[in-house]
């Protein structure tokens, strides 16, 4: 079998799901654009701002995309790379597009909030409290980590630092023009033909004026921006630079499909399905919870709920930007994997032990990008920035929805500190960044990933939760909900308890005591559900 057919059959069965289970979805969630959006309802000019749905689904792309469904797709090829695809299409369409879009419209429906109003909601004060105290500590996990990912991307590699500052700027000056001009199409059209040029043109000149400045100072550069990008309206940073970053990831998609029909290579790794890795574990669980921005990640929730539910025009936007974006993922996770598989199984295990996933995926897709006759080296060097643009992308949004969250954490606690702390984005920001800082100073990536991991596909299984109470509580059947919900407590659950008795048995006991907690809130949720439904079910009798 050779790359092409796995491209081909794949993009088939992504496009055939969107218009036929995404239609299916989307008439369950019984969205109307008869219903006013909360973008309108509560415009403000800072956090609630319509915005056209091109532009919404680029700022949403960029946030979720991240590094996630390029690093875990290439780590769990450990076993194999047919379980690897299998999971990434059956869970992309039937577990994180529902999870994304159900997060979105249940947000929509509930003045744009965050799925932890959402729980208090239809669970209860006490669901919502600790479900946010649970999504905070997430958060601030994800900020720390991909701090990390980028300062150290920095010291190697200048140019991208150079390149990403160049990104910034331009978004700022887009943000402003886009401003001007309004609902005006041509005009936006013509910026929007000018800054991606731009931008492709900042990833050459990135390039040749390198920023070299070391990784503590680049640490503190970073969480000054993204405590700007934070408190700034979204429409003057934010919505603009993921906007124009998407076209970077679409460019690199594009690219890769163009090298794979031109270069045509073959699949060499070996069809073998290896049920358990000395590095990894079993391939029940660690392959779910593993492989998660490509198939379901519960991060999606909380973008989706937090900033994008935030800027939709109309209600039916949802159905492109969340179930659409959820499926092109996808795509991108599926082309991770094309990247990899054209190394046998020995050399892949040799370079992802010395290089690394993402070093990999660059050298790969770099490789088979060149096929259409550029300089293997700028191909190589195009995908490790567009990797690390995203990466900032993940990076800004993630303070801007810990912010939201500790804002909704306090909104009905009345004293002199919760009242400042939810009204005012400047100190409750704050708090945000000061608590980046001292989780960095703890560890880095190795550290923190694996929590993060753990703690991301929980944050899966809890938001399916919500949906699914929320959905019956309208009275409408949530089979298609609750199915990918049962099965992600599963895997959440059993990866936790693996977790902290390997943790243990090593007398890492923070991780353990961590992973135990993470157990024990799941089901104090569990059980707050399990009560409202109940509840629910003796008003209808």
Same mark, same amino acid.
């Given at each position: 079998m050779n790359l092409v057919s796995l491209l081909i059959v794949s993009a088939i069965i992504l496009v055939t799901a969107y218009f036929v289970y995404g239609k299916f979805v989307y008439k369950k969630f019984k969205l109307s654009d008869k219903r006013i959006a909360p973008s309108h309802e509560f415009s403000d000019g800072v956090d609630y701002i319509p915005s056209k749905p091109i532009v919404v689904l680029g700022h949403h792309f960029a946030s979720i995309a991240g590094a996630g469904p390029i690093v875990g797709p290439i780590i769990a090829l450990t076993f194999g790379w047919i379980p690897a695809v299998i999971w990434i299409l059956v869970g992309g369409i039937f577990f994180g597009a529902v999870h994304d879009l159900g997060s979105m419209a249940a947000s929509l429906r509930n003045q744009g909030k965050s799925i932890g109003v959402i729980i208090q909601n239809t669970i209860g004060y006490k669901g919502k409290q600790l479900f946010i105290l649970f999504s905070f500590s997430t958060l601030i996990l994800i900020i720390g980590v991909f701090a990390d990912i980028i300062a150290k991307t920095f010291v190697s590699n200048p140019g991208v630092a150079s390149a990403s500052l160049f990104f910034i700027i331009l978004a700022i000056v887009f943000g402003i023009i886009n401003k001007i001009i309004g609902d005006k199409k041509i005009?936006?059209?013509?910026?929007?033909?000018?800054?991606?040029?731009?931008?492709?043109?900042?990833?050459?000149?990135?390039?040749?004026?390198?920023?070299?400045?070391?990784?503590?100072?680049?640490?503190?550069? %970073? $969480?000054?921006?993204?405590? @700007? *990008?934070? #408190?700034?309206? +979204?429409?003057?940073?934010?919505?603009?630079?993921?906007?124009? !970053?998407?076209? %970077? $990831?679409?460019?690199?998609? @594009? *690219?890769? #499909?163009?090298? +794979?029909?031109?270069?045509?290579?073959?699949?060499?790794?070996? !069809?073998?399905?290896h049920f358990s890795s000395d590095n990894l574990g079993y391939i029940f669980p660690v392959l779910f919870v593993t492989i998660a921005c490509g198939a379901i990640s519960g991060f999606h929730s909380l973008v989706a709920s937090g900033t994008t539910s935030k800027q939709l025009d109309k209600e039916s936007d949802a159905k492109i930007v969340g179930f659409g974006g959820m499926l092109i993922e996808s795509f991108l996770a599926i082309i991770a994997v094309a990247a990899v598989i054209v190394l046998s199984r020995t050399e892949y295990l040799e370079k992802i032990e010395t290089l690394g996933p993402v070093p990999l995926f660059a050298n790969g897709l770099g490789n088979i990008i060149s096929s259409m006759g550029i300089s293997e080296d700028f191909a190589i060097g195009f995908v490790a920035l567009t990797v690390s643009a995203f990466a900032l992308t993940t990076l800004d949004t993630c303070t801007r929805l810990a912010r939201f969250t500790l804002q909704e954490y306090f909104e009905d606690i009345k004293s002199p500190v919760g009242t400042k702390l939810s009204q005012n984005r400047y100190l409750s920001t704050s708090v945000v960044v000061i608590l980046a800082v001292l989780l960095l100073g703890s560890g880095g990536f190795s550290i923190l990933w694996p929590i993060f991991g753990s703690a991301n596909q929980l944050l899966a299984a809890l938001a399916l939760l919500t949906i699914s109470v929320w959905l019956m509580k309208q009275k409408t059947n949530a089979t298609f909900v609750l199915i990918p919900m049962f099965f992600m407590f599963t895997v959440t659950l059993t990866s936790l308890a693996l977790f902290a008795w390997k943790n243990y048995q090593d007398q890492v006991y923070v991780l353990a005591g961590i992973a135990v907690v993470l157990f024990i809130l799941s089901f104090a949720l569990i059980f707050l559900a399990a009560k409202s439904i109940k509840r629910e079910v003796n008003h209808l009798k």
């Amino acid at each position: 079998m050779n790359l092409v057919s796995l491209l081909i059959v794949s993009a088939i069965i992504l496009v055939t799901a969107y218009f036929v289970y995404g239609k299916f979805v989307y008439k369950k969630f019984k969205l109307s654009d008869k219903r006013i959006a909360p973008s309108h309802e509560f415009s403000d000019g800072v956090d609630y701002i319509p915005s056209k749905p091109i532009v919404v689904l680029g700022h949403h792309f960029a946030s979720i995309a991240g590094a996630g469904p390029i690093v875990g797709p290439i780590i769990a090829l450990t076993f194999g790379w047919i379980p690897a695809v299998i999971w990434i299409l059956v869970g992309g369409i039937f577990f994180g597009a529902v999870h994304d879009l159900g997060s979105m419209a249940a947000s929509l429906r509930n003045q744009g909030k965050s799925i932890g109003v959402i729980i208090q909601n239809t669970i209860g004060y006490k669901g919502k409290q600790l479900f946010i105290l649970f999504s905070f500590s997430t958060l601030i996990l994800i900020i720390g980590v991909f701090a990390d990912i980028i300062a150290k991307t920095f010291v190697s590699n200048p140019g991208v630092a150079s390149a990403s500052l160049f990104f910034i700027i331009l978004a700022i000056v887009f943000g402003i023009i886009n401003k001007i001009i309004g609902d005006k199409k041509i005009a936006f059209i013509l910026i929007s033909v000018v800054g991606i040029v731009l931008i492709y043109y900042f990833v050459y000149l990135g390039m040749q004026i390198p920023i070299a400045l070391d990784y503590q100072i680049w640490i503190y550069i %970073l $969480l000054i921006y993204a405590f @700007i *990008a934070s #408190v700034a309206p +979204v429409s003057m940073l934010l919505q603009p630079r993921d906007y124009l !970053n998407s076209f %970077l $990831l679409y460019g690199l998609i @594009i *690219a890769a #499909v163009l090298g +794979v029909f031109i270069a045509n290579p073959t699949i060499v790794m070996d !069809n073998e399905v290896h049920f358990s890795s000395d590095n990894l574990g079993y391939i029940f669980p660690v392959l779910f919870v593993t492989i998660a921005c490509g198939a379901i990640s519960g991060f999606h929730s909380l973008v989706a709920s937090g900033t994008t539910s935030k800027q939709l025009d109309k209600e039916s936007d949802a159905k492109i930007v969340g179930f659409g974006g959820m499926l092109i993922e996808s795509f991108l996770a599926i082309i991770a994997v094309a990247a990899v598989i054209v190394l046998s199984r020995t050399e892949y295990l040799e370079k992802i032990e010395t290089l690394g996933p993402v070093p990999l995926f660059a050298n790969g897709l770099g490789n088979i990008i060149s096929s259409m006759g550029i300089s293997e080296d700028f191909a190589i060097g195009f995908v490790a920035l567009t990797v690390s643009a995203f990466a900032l992308t993940t990076l800004d949004t993630c303070t801007r929805l810990a912010r939201f969250t500790l804002q909704e954490y306090f909104e009905d606690i009345k004293s002199p500190v919760g009242t400042k702390l939810s009204q005012n984005r400047y100190l409750s920001t704050s708090v945000v960044v000061i608590l980046a800082v001292l989780l960095l100073g703890s560890g880095g990536f190795s550290i923190l990933w694996p929590i993060f991991g753990s703690a991301n596909q929980l944050l899966a299984a809890l938001a399916l939760l919500t949906i699914s109470v929320w959905l019956m509580k309208q009275k409408t059947n949530a089979t298609f909900v609750l199915i990918p919900m049962f099965f992600m407590f599963t895997v959440t659950l059993t990866s936790l308890a693996l977790f902290a008795w390997k943790n243990y048995q090593d007398q890492v006991y923070v991780l353990a005591g961590i992973a135990v907690v993470l157990f024990i809130l799941s089901f104090a949720l569990i059980f707050l559900a399990a009560k409202s439904i109940k509840r629910e079910v003796n008003h209808l009798k």
